[in-house]
Structures are given as structure tokens and as C-alpha cells.
């Protein structure tokens, strides 16, 4: 038998009807997939800025010195809008 979890508090098991955003709230970090059982790396929190209005992925890129590509993969092709938080790479 093995154990999963390396390092307590550095992985997160998915139970229940927890949601994607109660997790990124909680531990301020993006996270991929989530769904009853999935097993979540937690990664120490990274930078994000909240869009503003008339932002996209390139003025938000430019503004904050990052790879646009890199920029839209983080934040899975969201569609931009005020106040929504975009994760930083």
C-alpha cells in the first residue's frame, strides 16, 4: 500500500459538492479540473490583477510585462470582463 500525499497540507482530495471557485477563494492559486475524488497539488498563491473595462488578454499582457499565450492558457480562454481576476504567470 501507498500513500498519495507527499507532504500534508501541500495536496488538497476533492469531496463532495466543492466547487473550483470555493477552492481558488480559499487557497488563492489556480486550479484545473475539479470533481469528487480529484487529488489538487496546492501551490503557493500566485499574482493575479482584476481586468478592467475594455481589457484583453494582449493589454493585460502588456501592462503586466507577460507572454500573452501564456497569460490566456493560465486563466483557460475566460472571456475578459471587468473585475474578473486573471491569474499571472
Given at each position: 500500500?501507498?500513500?498519495l500525499v507527499k507532504e500534508q497540507?501541500?495536496?488538497l482530495r476533492v469531496r463532495g459538492?466543492?466547487?473550483k471557485e470555493d477552492i481558488i477563494s480559499v487557497f488563492s492559486c489556480p486550479v484545473g479540473d475539479v470533481f469528487c475524488g480529484a487529488?489538487?497539488?496546492i501551490k503557493p498563491p500566485k499574482r493575479y490583477c482584476y481586468a478592467l473595462a475594455g481589457d484583453t488578454y494582449?493589454?493585460?499582457a502588456a501592462r503586466e510585462n507577460v507572454d500573452q499565450k501564456e497569460l490566456t492558457e493560465l486563466n483557460d480562454n475566460k472571456?475578459?470582463?471587468p473585475t474578473l481576476r486573471?491569474?499571472?504567470p
Amino acid at each position: 500500500m501507498f500513500s498519495l500525499v507527499k507532504e500534508q497540507g501541500k495536496y488538497l482530495r476533492v469531496r463532495g459538492r466543492v466547487k473550483k471557485e470555493d477552492i481558488i477563494s480559499v487557497f488563492s492559486c489556480p486550479v484545473g479540473d475539479v470533481f469528487c475524488g480529484a487529488i489538487i497539488e496546492i501551490k503557493p498563491p500566485k499574482r493575479y490583477c482584476y481586468a478592467l473595462a475594455g481589457d484583453t488578454y494582449a493589454s493585460i499582457a502588456a501592462r503586466e510585462n507577460v507572454d500573452q499565450k501564456e497569460l490566456t492558457e493560465l486563466n483557460d480562454n475566460k472571456t475578459v470582463y471587468p473585475t474578473l481576476r486573471i491569474w499571472l504567470p
